[in-house]
């Protein structure tokens, strides 16, 4: 007999995960892993991390506010949460399976490989799933956006409606 036992979950119990990062602002590609990531589990959570090396365009409840707004009052299966230190930890505290990143080119793989094993070597009970980032939005970033929007290029379609409007509002002032 196999020293390794596989983990086994209760069939009851709501299947979560932790869909984290920094959201500023939200785009249509993490939209795209948001409900593609809501066919796998029974809910997501939006966990908006804390990076002391980034300086965010938006603040802490700007981006919860924007993230809120795409998912509309009705929809249960999707929590916006903040999330500090260990993010692993937070999943387990919170009883998720698992972490949803989305990978866009080869060059993210190698980052998240190393992130998910190391993340897997303190909390075994919380796996990492990699999503491949739609085509059509597999060159967009958070940064892209910004920068695109800060010298007046059109973001329209790249991301929500009401987030592009923040952006042209933050901009013009």
């Given at each position: 007999?196999?020293?390794?036992?596989?983990?086994?979950?209760?069939?009851t119990k709501a299947r979560i995960a932790v869909y984290p990062g920094t959201f500023d602002p939200i785009t249509m590609g993490h939209l795209d892993i948001i409900q593609r990531g809501l066919t796998l589990f029974d809910k997501i959570i939006v966990g908006i991390a804390k990076n002391p090396s980034k300086q965010p365009l938006f603040e802490l409840e700007e981006r919860k506010e924007m993230i809120r707004a795409c998912f509309g009052p009705d929809e249960e299966r999707v929590e916006v949460d903040e999330v500090s230190g260990l993010l692993v930890d937070y999943a387990y505290r919170r009883g998720a399976m698992?972490?949803?990143?989305?990978?866009?080119?080869?060059?993210?793989?190698?980052y998240e490989f190393q992130l998910a094993l190391m993340n897997r070597r303190i909390e075994r009970e919380v796996e990492t799933v990699?999503?491949?980032?739609?085509?059509r939005w597999i060159y967009i970033s958070s940064s892209i956006i910004k920068d695109a929007a800060r010298h007046g290029?059109?973001?329209g379609g790249l991301v929500?409606?009401?987030?592009?409007e923040r952006l042209r509002e933050r901009?013009?002032?």
């Open positions: 007999m196999s020293s390794y036992e596989p983990l086994v979950r209760e069939k698992a972490l949803i990143r989305g990978l866009r080119a080869v060059s993210d793989f190698d990699f999503l491949m980032t739609g085509f290029g059109d973001v929500p409606d009401h987030v592009c901009f013009m002032t």
